[in-house]
């Protein structure tokens, strides 16, 4: 059982936007600390957002992130076909990373 | 460029020991925090270990420690992840992964580890 719940999945069509909760399950987790990676089948994950809300140089401004108490959440707006991924969070909860089970997002 | 490739990934027995290596390219590999994350098939991903810079600190998740071993060799840029006693769940792919500050920057592809009978 991760110490991080997400969606299994999420849906939307082209154009539009979708976000993806990350709701933490430990009161260990530091919600400070919550980053997210999409991960292409087959392929590695990649670095989408971190600190919450930061976006690495070349990651498109179409993903933000953001936190409310303990749940943080991915918000992709103008959705492309190539977005279609699996998308996880992840944070420091006590003396681990954890990351979230992942969400499956679906372009419609 | 920053490359992480990822060697080592065999079929082995339950109990048996397996060591996975990962060579590093494109950057100050001596200035990054390294991981070792893995994902089981069809599954989520889970971090398994890390070791500081110079590597006098290592960390694991409880379901590895005493048996896996994470270690570095700056002047090779090279991370490896020695692995005792496997299990049936520690079948996965396993991929290396600098971890500076509160992020997984960059991943390599992962290498194929499966442990079976």
């Known amino acids: 059982q991760s110490a991080l719940t997400q969606p299994r999945s999420v849906s939307g069509s082209p154009g539009q936007s979708v976000t993806i909760s990350c709701t933490g399950t430990?009161?260990?987790?530091?919600?400070?600390?919550v980053s997210w990676y999409q991960q292409h089948p087959g392929k590695a994950p990649k670095l989408m957002i971190y600190?919450?809300?930061k976006r690495p140089s070349g990651v498109p401004d179409r993903f933000s992130g953001s936190k409310s108490g303990n749940t943080a959440s991915l918000t992709i707006s103008g959705l492309q076909d190539e977005d279609e991924a699996d998308y996880y969070c992840c944070s420091l909860a006590g003396s681990y990373w954890a990351f979230g089970g992942g969400t499956k997002l679906t372009v419609l | 460029e920053v490359q992480l490739v990822e060697s080592g990934g065999a079929l082995v027995q339950p109990g048996g020991s397996l060591r996975l290596s990962c060579t590093a390219s494109g950057f100050t590999f001596s200035s990054y925090w390294m991981s070792w994350v893995r994902q089981a098939p069809g599954k989520g991903l889970e971090w398994v270990a890390n070791i500081k810079r110079d590597g006098s600190e290592k960390y694991y998740v409880d379901s590895v420690k005493g048996r896996f071993s994470i270690s570095r060799d700056n002047a090779k840029n090279s991370l490896d992840l020695q692995m005792n006693s496997l299990r049936a769940e520690d079948t996965a792919v396993y991929h290396c992964?600098?971890?500076?500050?509160?992020?997984?920057?960059?991943w390599g592809q992962g290498t194929l580890v499966t442990v079976s009978s």
């Open positions: 430990s009161s260990d987790v530091d919600y400070n600390y």
């Open positions: 992964a600098t971890h500076e500050g509160r992020k997984f920057d960059y």
């Open positions: 600190d919450v809300s």
